[in-house]
């Protein structure tokens, strides 16, 4: 009897990327939430939502939903979110 061990990685290596520089404060800041439409979101997002307002004055706090949780976020949602100074995206598993 043979077993055959397959590779799950690929092949081809993504090209290196770097992180979004990071907002000096949050006062004042627009904040967007991109959920990927699972309950778990819910909660995770009020929560994260009260803080960032009592704690960090941020002026705003946008929550979008994506019509597919498997799938990228509609370009009406990217389009949305370049007027954000910063980005949460969530999985609610």
């Known amino acids: ?3 055959r061990v397959l590779d799950p ?3 081809i290596r993504a090209a290196d990327k770097r992180s979004a520089p990071r907002p000096a404060a949050l006062a004042g800041a627009t904040v967007g939430f991109i959920s990927n439409g699972k ?3 819910v909660g ?3 929560h994260l939502d009260r803080l960032l307002r ?3 004055n941020v002026a705003e706090v946008v929550h979008r ?3 597919n949780y498997s799938a990228p976020a509609e370009q009406d949602i990217v389009d949305e979110a ?3 100074n910063l980005a949460i995206t969530g999985l609610g598993d």
Do not use: C, L, V
């Open 44 to 46: 995770f997002f009020s």
């Open 9 to 11: 990685t690929s092949e």
């Open 82 to 84: 370049r007027n954000w």
């Open 39 to 41: 309950e778990g979101t």
């Open 1 to 3: 009897m043979t077993i």
């Open 54 to 56: 009592e704690r960090f």
């Open 65 to 67: 939903t994506k019509a």
